[in-house]
């Protein structure tokens, strides 16, 4: 299969570069091709301007949707953004792999999927109706695609647990894996998380390595996260409130996922006797608060 | 007093231009001395990386948090970054404007974040002991200062709300509120969001413009949101669980907020008989579902 690894981190010394490299060599092993886009080294523009439309009238009122639209259907996208579309149609799987900054993905891969995401490829898919509020979330231009995240923090686990200070990891999440993946129609897998980067040895590298080396070689075959279909009658047209019948008296980000969806509908590529498990496991991890006593450390 | 305005949007002929002019004139109307930081005009440099630390040996390894903390130990931060930090210092209060774009700030803007943040300035402040992790989450070098988001999205309010389909607004701010803005030690107010923005006519700005206004004379006499500090009994250090017996059994942003805190705790600096009520109504409004029925428009 084809995998897209979008990497951004200015130091190839570091965690991360070594992560990017075992991810690289542990899907080639699997016989997969992979392209990296490497934002730092690509020198990746990150503020979404005027100039990512190269027929812009540098006298008019730039409209950011607007003249987005018109470059990709005109072929007026500065070269850079049309590159990586292209490598998002080319990939069966898209792996983002970033540290956590500020509880969010580096401006530079944000600035990436601003400008890559382009109005007609990234939003501002499909038609608007009484049934319908366009292709998006879980449907739209990469319907198909498997997404995950590769994400480092140097804080610990606990501090990212369902009542850790800085929020659950789940959430942070949140607005990347449904509002950045999801929307324009990947499928989204469970993220991995590596904590505590500052206390990383070769012991905990190796065991880190292997951990992550297990969840690429199910890339393909783990069940996605349940987020709920946009258009499939989960939601309100055209308020896009969750029907009231459904977790019911609940608000907040968890009531989108839904555990009540058989694996089965989930896209599943090659189901496997091991999935069921794995996900309940992945639940219990996510949604265990981390008691154990961890030994000092910075958290940042 | 002293108020800085960040603004990150590529176009001055914009909603948010107009925004931008309108708060700045309201503000020295009311004899506040105002600063912009208005990140596209000045080509702010998105990236966080080694040029940032104007004595790195460019052979060596760069690691952000180590590099950062010795250019600000040593006076060898890059000027842009010095300069942003003067500013912050300068001011009494902070105000954060942008369109909300992928569910959060545009990447212009989080690399301010990222480079002006320095580790010793933004994070990386205090002591680490059995009672204390760090100056941060309500205390910090920001402490004692206000700051106020004003946030402009495309779509729906209903789409926004308790069990819209883009998560509530208050979750989707919560890593900005509280990671980026109490983390320091910021007093963070209840954001301004204005939401539809393609369908705003000249009616619909004044009368934005009047409610914006009304928040921006109230910006040092509103009740900051009660986000719960970190070293003051609530959380277990160092694991940094909140403690069970608060918001027993509950999970989420939300716990993180105090709401059984006296406004009278809340470094509120000029107290009045309308701010109670204002907290209730900004409560009620943003916890309550918006039922009611839109006319027809585009989300994004």
Redesign the interface.
Known sequence: MNILLVYAH??P??LNGSLKRFIVDRLEGQGHAVQVSDL?AMG?K?????ADRLDRDPEA?????ADSRHAFDHGTQSADIVREQDKLRWADALILQF?L????M???L??W??RV?A?GFG??VGE?SDAR??DR?GEGSLAGKRAMLVVTA?G?E??Y????????ID??L??IQ???LYYPGFDVLPPHVVYRTGKMDAARFAATCDTLGRRLDKLFSTAPLPFRR?NGGD?AI?????RPDL?PG???????LDDAQPASLLHVAQPGGEQGAEREQDRARR?E???A??A?G???
């Open positions: 200015p130091e010394r570091s730092y990746w990150a503020a979404l301007d005027g009122r730039f409209a950011p949707d540290p900054w500020w509880f969010s580096p401006a530079i944000k600035g999927v601003e995401y109005n939003y501002g608007h509020w366009g979330y140097g610990w606990s501090h647990g369902p009542r850790g200070i800085n929020g659950p959430d942070l949140f607005p449904h509002g950045i946009q939601y055209p308020e896009l409130g969750l977790a609940r608000t907040g980000f968890g009531i989108h949604h608060a981390q008691a006593a961890h000092e910075l958290a940042q």
